[in-house]
């Protein structure tokens, strides 16, 4: 083992992104509870996301799994919190998986009217947690910033449920890293489009125009 594959395996490894599933499964709880509970506002939805965006040489794109708490401020606005997870095989046993995480404004187009779907937008400034593990099984861990975009429709199932389908763009800031002994090594950020069908329950709208 050199002095760079050493610094890689030691190096500050950051937050562990375990950590970042439990808060966020925290907050999806509470949210849940509140909508059974019929808090006005309140919803939380899943979605099951693809990407076809290339990343390094891994070309077949990405299934993008994604979470999202939000609470309504007025009868369009929304803010919430959203999270995803996606994973590129880089070849011979390397991998690089990100989970961006963030906090933003969801605005819905038109009147909330319980019995038609409703066009959003949505912008989400985001961390994203990166780890990259190389042939060697050594893993370097990386918090870089970055934006989350999308457009979506959500279609009214029942008198919680809602299901939809969106389409978004992630964008997140690369690194350059010089070792001792190496030549830089480049850590992409993300550049990334998905598409994804979602469904999720809400809580009674505190404020409906």
């Given amino acids: 083992m050199n002095v760079a594959q050493f610094n890689r395996m030691y190096r500050a490894k950051g937050p562990s992104w375990r950590r970042l599933l439990v808060v966020i499964l925290s907050l999806l709880t509470v949210a849940s509870r509140s ?6 506002g309140w919803s939380v939805s899943c979605g099951a996301g693809y990407s076809p965006t290339r990343f390094g ?5 990405s299934f993008f799994p994604m979470i999202h708490v939000g609470r309504e401020t007025d009868a369009h606005w929304l803010v919430h919190i959203f999270g995803g997870r996606v994973k590129y095989d880089l070849g011979s046993s390397a991998s690089a998986t990100f989970v961006p995480v963030g906090l933003g404004a969801r605005y819905n187009i038109g009147r909330d ?3 038609r ?3 959003y937008a949505e912008v989400t400034p985001a961390l994203a947690y ?3 593990r190389d042939t060697y099984g050594n893993a370097e861990a990386k918090s870089e910033p970055g934006v989350m975009e999308s457009f979506g429709i959500t279609v009214p199932a029942g008198s ?13 800031k ?5 070792y001792l002994d190496a030549a830089p090594t480049q850590y992409d950020g993300l550049n990334l489009a998905w598409i994804a069908f979602t469904a999720g329950f809400t809580g009674r709208s505190s404020s409906r125009e």
């Fill in 174 to 178: 690369g690194r350059k890293v010089t």
């Fill in 113 to 115: 009217i319980e019995s």
């Fill in 130 to 132: 990166s780890r990259w």
């Fill in 160 to 172: 919680k449920l809602q299901v939809g389908v969106a389409i978004g763009y992630a964008l997140t």
């Fill in 117 to 119: 779907p409703r066009f």
């Fill in 35 to 40: 909508v059974y509970a019929d808090s006005p």
């Fill in 57 to 61: 040489v891994d070309k077949d794109g």
